[in-house]
């Protein structure tokens, strides 16, 4: 008889996984997702996927063991209408599962999108998709900065196209720590100061082709005539040419015309329409900062590219459907081929939001690794940084895989931190890279980072171990949902104690297989809707001397960038008060 093995739903709360996992007595897990991240739970070795997919569903961490067997735990996909039912396959065609959804917001339509651009209260679910299109820019900044610096050190080729970039991981804290009394860069910004005026040029001479067309011309004026002219003369009554060219005079001939409506100048129109959209909803979201040279500057933008579109040469020039395939002139012209090089990066912008939200849990918690993992970097000593002992490379890839832009296994470290006067090593330790027979710094951690289901942990210790020293590994989860949370301030309390609870299991374990490590957890939950007032202070849940603290990051990632770094770096540095 074929074994079933049942898939594990958890709800925002990856850290319950241990009980059941340590529990001698197996429970019943339920199959249903209700509007947050969900995780698949498989023996070792089953590579589930979506059925009709080509591609397995992407595993979280490094297999680990329970009392009966090895285990596997994987990231399910989000739903993009309101609901309906996932159906999960062994890759072997051994099993399959039926999973259910509900409690999700549909993805919105484009129209919608642009319908609600400028509206300053949006409903549930343009709230969400601004949240994520906001995440995707970052991530897009970052590999468009990547593809900068690869183009400069290798003038000449095409290291822009390549799947994976890197970017040095000493740069990414300055980039991360934005200031709110500034608007947000974003992509109409670079185009409106980098594009603008080669833009407009092609407005003013844009390519034309000459068509042959038959008309009828003035007899002298005639200068070219085919069969079809000559055709259509000789069924005219008359018997010279003066005769059938009649009281006016004209007869058929073939003119030249000159026509604008081309592949490229429809590419041009739409780069125009697609401009002022952009920069609609850019001005609406920055409004705030209405007297900053960067407002200003997408203002007369896009005033003049509206100008442009009301010209009656593009009143001429067809609209474009779909994306279309590049011709000659698009591809080599150096004009028109900038052009499409920046609307293609306008096209991904919007598509890459699309991609990204079945997997909108998987890029938050990338994002939240990010600035944690530069916030550690912000303490690292002038010596390491002399030396170049952190010049370690993020990878940076040019579509998002799975949600997530970053390569896995590229994270910092070891770093070295000067703390009253001891020099202690942070390890960060990104679950996917994990492997389940490695010791990080001396301590197996592969196994509690799987049962607690994090997104990334931080592991530090003293420099020079001695007999009594005490590690300390930072768990962290970044907590992402649908759902509107009205009452935050209860649900990260009641979060951060569950966690808490749990993380002290992992605390007991440790200790009776006398590991030398003590555990803290860090919780960081986005609330889309939120409107932004400064990050909060840390929230603080003890269980048995085990703590997790939790924050919450309102609004746009824009605007809590500095405040984000700032206290993330001060929770570290309080954290390195445990290690000895």
């Not at 300055?174 to 910004?189: C, H």
Request: proline letters at 6%.
């Amino acid at each position: 008889m074929e074994r079933r093995v049942s898939l594990l739903r958890v709800l925002e709360q990856p850290w319950q996984l241990i009980r059941e996992l340590m529990s001698d007595v197996g429970c019943p897990l339920p199959q249903t997702c209700e509007g947050g991240a969900a995780i698949a739970l498989l023996p070792k070795g089953a590579e589930p996927m979506i059925s009709g997919a080509s591609a397995g569903l992407p595993r979280r961490c490094a297999p680990f063991g329970t009392r009966t067997e090895l285990l596997s735990s994987y990231d399910l996909p989000w739903p993009t209408t309101t609901g309906e039912t996932l159906h999960v396959q062994d890759s072997r065609g051994q099993a399959t599962w039926d999973i259910i959804q509900h409690g999700y917001l549909a993805r919105p339509t484009r129209s919608r999108i642009r319908s609600y651009a400028q509206v300053s209260t949006k409903p549930p679910d343009l709230a969400l998709y601004d949240f994520l299109s906001n995440l995707v820019r970052n991530a897009q900044e970052l590999r468009w900065t990547a593809e900068e610096q690869a183009i400069a050190r290798e003038s000449g080729t095409n290291a822009g196209n390549r799947a994976l970039l890197p970017l040095p991981w000493r740069e990414l804290p300055e980039r991360l720590e934005n200031s709110v009394d500034q608007p947000m860069m974003g992509l109409i910004v670079r185009v409106a100061n980098e594009f603008s005026t080669r833009l407009f040029r092609l407005c003013e001479h844009p390519r034309r082709v000459l068509s042959r067309v038959r008309q009828k011309a003035p007899i002298g004026r005639v200068q070219q005539v085919d069969a079809a002219c000559l055709q259509w003369l000789v069924r005219q009554p008359g018997r010279t040419a003066s005769e059938k060219a009649g009281g006016r005079q004209r007869i058929l001939a073939v003119e030249r015309e000159e026509n604008f409506d081309t592949l490229e100048n429809r590419v041009l129109k739409d780069m125009l329409r697609r401009c002022v959209v952009l920069a609609g909803q850019w001005l609406h979201d920055n409004r705030r900062h209405h007297t900053h040279e960067k407002y200003k500057l997408v203002e007369t933008f896009q005033r003049r590219c509206q100008r442009q579109l009301r010209e009656p040469l593009f009143g001429a020039v067809g609209a474009l459907q779909i994306v279309p395939s590049p011709n000659y002139v698009l591809q080599h012209d150096p004009g028109y081929r900038e052009l499409w090089q920046w609307y293609l990066r306008i096209v991904q912008q919007e598509d890459d939001t699309d991609a990204v939200w079945p997997w909108q849990s998987r890029l938050w918690s990338e994002t939240v690794r990010l600035y944690l993992a530069a916030a550690v970097l912000r303490l690292v000593t002038d010596d390491q940084r002399r030396l170049g002992m952190h010049h370690h490379q993020l990878w940076i890839r040019q579509r998002p895989e799975y949600g997530r832009w970053l390569a896995d296994v590229d994270w910092p470290g070891p770093l070295i931190i000067e703390h009253r006067g001891r020099q202690v090593v942070a390890e960060c330790l990104e679950p996917a890279g994990m492997t389940e027979k490695r010791k990080y710094l001396g301590t197996d951690l592969a196994p509690w980072v799987g049962v607690l289901g994090v997104d990334f942990a931080i592991h530090f210790s003293i420099l020079s171990h001695h007999r009594d020293r005490q590690d300390l590994c930072l768990m962290v989860w970044g907590v992402h949902s649908s759902k509107l949370r009205t009452q935050w301030q209860e649900d990260l309390q009641v979060m951060c104690r569950d966690a808490s609870q749990r993380l002290s299991l992992i605390q007991k374990a440790a200790v009776r297989n006398s590991v030398p490590c003590r555990f803290a957890g860090l919780m960081v939950l986005s609330d889309y809707a939120g409107t932004y007032s400064g990050i909060d202070a840390l929230h603080c849940e003890e269980h048995e001397e085990t703590q997790v603290h939790g924050l919450r990051a309102p609004g746009k990632p824009d605007e809590w960038g500095r405040d984000l770094m700032k206290l993330l770096r001060e929770h570290a540095t309080g954290l390195l008060e445990l290690v000895r």
